[in-house]
Antibody
């Protein structure tokens, strides 16, 4: 069974940092691009970041560019999102998402909650 | 950036009735359009990709159509478990993907 399990969320003060992890299983992790998608309370889905299968290419939404860094360790089947200079508007559930060969999002994790507040 | 616009924002439907959800792209995305279902407290789930192909395990009452800039998700006979929020998403120019704002399907 394909499974994605996020961890690392929590309460952090504005300006602080946090690193999210996503542990993947049930598929050949190194063969697929991966995404992070977030959802603020009561809001819609926002695409945050993407990384190619070998980690050589990355993409960021303008809202997080320069503050967030996506990375992956294919030897550990793990995806990461390093978040710094956090703002209240970064408060959201963060989902780890597997990308299908044709680039739609075919498998979602259950999400981890990040709350930025003093 | 390709802007995805969904309508209506809320759709009130009685169980057993048909629901039709619309999604419009600001420029052509060919057939690179997916639909996701999200229930309260749950992660989104892939329903449709390629504008019209049902994902594994998705019931036949869900169907997608359209290409270019106009897309439709139809639920032929709403079941209680179908009341949820539905999002469209274009993946025509990966990795610059965009979601629509969502349509909430509620019980009438």
């Amino acid at each position: 069974e394909v499974q994605l399990v996020e961890s690392g969320g929590g309460l952090v003060q504005p300006g602080g940092s946090l690193r999210l992890s996503c542990s993947a299983s049930g598929f050949t992790f190194s063969s697929y691009a991966m995404h992070w998608v977030r959802q603020a309370p009561g809001k819609g889905l926002e695409y945050v970041s993407a990384i190619s299968s070998n980690g050589g290419s990355t993409y960021y939404a303008d809202s997080v560019k320069g503050r967030f860094t996506i990375s992956r360790d294919n030897s550990k089947n793990t995806l990461y999102l390093q978040m710094s200079s956090l703002r209240a508007e970064d408060t959201a559930v963060y989902y780890c998402v597997k990308v299908a060969d044709s680039y739609y999002m075919d498998v979602w994790g259950k999400g981890t909650t990040v709350t930025v507040s003093s | 950036e390709i802007v995805m616009t969904q309508s209506p924002a809320t759709l009130s439907v009685s169980p057993g009735e048909r629901a039709t959800l619309s999604c419009r792209a600001s420029q052509s995305v060919s057939s690179n359009l997916a639909w996701y279902q999200q229930k309260p407290g749950q992660a989104p789930r892939l329903l449709i990709y390629g504008a019209s192909t049902r994902a594994t395990g998705i019931p036949a009452r869900f169907s997608g159509s359209g290409s270019g800039t106009e897309f439709t998700l139809t639920i032929s006979s709403l079941q209680s478990e179908d009341f949820a929020v539905y999002y469209c998403q274009q993946y025509n120019n990966w990795p610059a993907l965009t979601f629509g704002g969502g349509t909430k399907v509620e019980i009438k």
